[in-house]
T-cell receptor
Framework: QVQLQESGPGLVKPSGTLSLTCTVSGDSINTTNWWSWVRQPPGKGLEWIGEIYHTGSTNYNSSLKSRVTMSVDKSKSQFSLKLTSVTAADTAVYYCAREIVASGTYYFDYWGPGTLFTVSS | SYELTQPLSVSVALGQTARIPCGGNNIEYKSVHWYQQKPGQAPVLVIYRDDNRPSGIPERFSGSNSGNTATLTISRVQAGDEADYYC?????????FGTGTKVTVL
């Protein structure tokens, strides 16, 4: 059974940096799947942040691209998210998810439970 | 950027059929995926590539895609189907989610 688990500090001051890690178990990170981050502000909808492949290739949401960096650590079966210059608008539950590639489309079949990240002074 | 529009809410009587639309420009040329999210939980994939059900998802869940609207249909609605539902597509190397629909079972 594939499992994903987010971890990282739950509180950061404005202008600081969010750093989250997703640990993958039950599947190798070295597969044809991509790995994504999705966030959800309290009471709002889902927003795709970006994705990373085990080679280190990335794609980011254009609205966040200037502040986002993703990386992968294959030895630990982990991938990570860094979001700089955070504001209250970045307060959200952050999910990591496995992306399936099929016939030119991508979808998310396994998700972590999510972790609440709050920006507050 | 590509946009997906969903109604804020849909209400359905117990045992009846719920239809949740997802509007997008020429969406019929894209593959649409659907997620169910219950309060405090991560989303769960219920339909992928327009009309395919993952293992473990009841046959009551089905999907279609035509013209400018994709639709998630839930037949014989149960109380446990009450949740938020999101459509999703891939466009220009980016994931795009719909605005989400809250399904209320009466």
């Amino acid at each position: 059974q594939v499992q994903l688990q987010e971890s990282g500090p739950g509180l950061v001051k404005p202008s600081g940096t969010l750093s989250l890690t997703c640990t993958v178990s039950g599947d190798s990170i070295n597969t044809t799947n991509w790995w994504s981050w999705v966030r959800q502000p309290p009471g709002k909808g889902l927003e795709w942040i970006g994705e990373i492949y085990h080679t280190g290739s990335t794609n980011y949401n254009s609205s966040l691209k200037s502040r986002v960096t993703m990386s992968v650590d294959k030895s630990k079966s982990q991938f990570s998210l860094k979001l700089t210059s955070v504001t209250a608008a970045d307060t959200a539950v952050y999910y990591c998810a496995r992306e399936i590639v099929a016939s030119g489309t991508y979808y998310f079949d396994y998700w972590g439970p999510g972790t609440l990240f709050t920006v507050s002074s | 950027s590509y946009e997906l529009t969903q109604p804020l809410s849909v209400s359905v009587a117990l045992g009846q059929t719920a239809r949740i639309p997802c509007g997008g420009n020429n969406i019929e040329y894209k593959s649409v995926h659907w997620y169910q999210q219950k309060p405090g939980q991560a989303p769960v994939l219920v339909i992928y590539r327009d009309d395919n059900r993952p293992s473990g998802i009841p046959e009551r869940f089905s999907g279609s895609n035509s013209g400018n609207t994709a639709t998630l249909t839930i037949s014989r609605v149960q109380a446990g189907d009450e949740a938020d539902y999101y459509c999703q597509v891939w466009d220009s190397s980016a994931g795009v989610f719909g605005t989400g629909t809250k399904v209320t079972v009466l």
